[in-house]
């Protein structure tokens, strides 16, 4: 059995799309076929990643970018009007976008939590509500929700990640059964410790709140993951293009751990 995705023609709005995850996310996407939507914040970022991505063969996709601040309620209409104006139609939602602090609890105040939940938690909600009238209009629509191994196993360091992350498990899970009476699939998949920019500025964080060197945090990391290696972008890329195929059609309210065997619970 062969695997193909047959997604070649869709459209897809990939949230931090510029860098990291979303980065390798949109690269698997546009290599599908799809036309690929970038949001993120800096419009140079954004740029260069656009040039990055056309940079690759494709069946044929086009990509753009939509430069906006997703903790503001008004750019998600804009993203959602944007990709329609263009492509006049939305079938595959990642959300991605996230930037949760790390640091020690009574150094953190409200603003790091209300940060942390206003992107990605309400981030998350907030552009699910926006796709989803459309999906139903179709009858079809397909989202991944990034979220993050802190929602199920917590750390004292990284309360404002883990408190959002738990809490968009509970929204995956709960709004599956609602959007599945419109053949709409709603997935998480979550990372564990994976190669990007943001674990480098994480381990510089925790090194900070807990008063060790940043090598310590990083060879502490490395020794919990029973594979014994950080996780590749691509790797949580080709488990997104999965789950927005038909292969993955019976899968929905799922989590789904890319972590290297490092979470300990059940
Ligand atoms: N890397 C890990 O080890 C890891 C582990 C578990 C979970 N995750 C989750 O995976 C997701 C992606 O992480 P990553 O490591 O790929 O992060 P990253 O390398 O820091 O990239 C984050 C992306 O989000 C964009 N972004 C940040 N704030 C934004 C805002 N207010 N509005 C719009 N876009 C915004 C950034 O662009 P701009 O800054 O230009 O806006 C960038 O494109 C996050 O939800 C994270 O919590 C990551």
Avoid: C
Wanted: proline share 3%; glycine share 10%.
């Amino acid at each position: 059995m062969s695997l193909e995705l047959q997604l070649s023609g869709k459209t897809a709005i990939v949230t931090g799309g510029s860098a990291g995850i979303g980065l390798a996310i949109a690269k698997a996407l546009y290599t599908e076929g799809v036309n690929v939507v970038i949001v993120a914040r800096n419009p140079e970022r954004l740029e260069k990643a656009v040039a990055d991505i056309q940079s690759l063969p494709t069946l044929g996709a086009k990509v753009i970018s939509v430069s906006a601040d997703l903790t503001q309620g008004e750019s998600i209409e804009r993203v959602v009007s944007t990709t329609l104006g263009q492509f006049g139609q939305i079938d595959i939602l990642i959300n991605n976008a996230g930037s949760a602090r790390a640091g020690s609890f009574l150094d953190l105040g409200d603003d790091a939590f209300l940060d942390a939940w206003n992107l990605k938690l309400l981030g998350y909600i907030r552009l699910v509500r926006a796709v989803v009238p459309h999906f139903k209009s179709r009858n079809d629509g397909r989202i991944v929700n990034i979220i993050g191994g802190a929602g199920r196993t917590p750390r004292p360091s990284f309360l404002p990640g883990g408190t959002t992350n738990a809490a968009l498990l509970n929204f995956t899970r709960g709004i599956s059964k609602e959007l599945a009476q419109n053949n709409i699939r709603i997935n998480a998949i979550s990372p564990g410790l994976t190669a990007t920019e943001r674990a480098e500025s994480l381990a510089k964080q925790n090194a900070q709140a807990r008063g060790v060197s940043v090598e310590e945090i990083k060879t502490e990391s490395l020794q919990a993951i029973s594979l014994g290696k950080i996780v590749k972008p691509e790797e949580i890329a080709a488990l997104a293009l999965f789950l927005v195929s038909d292969l993955a059609a019976s899968i929905t309210g799922a989590e789904i751990l890319v972590d290297g065997g490092q979470t300990p619970g059940v």
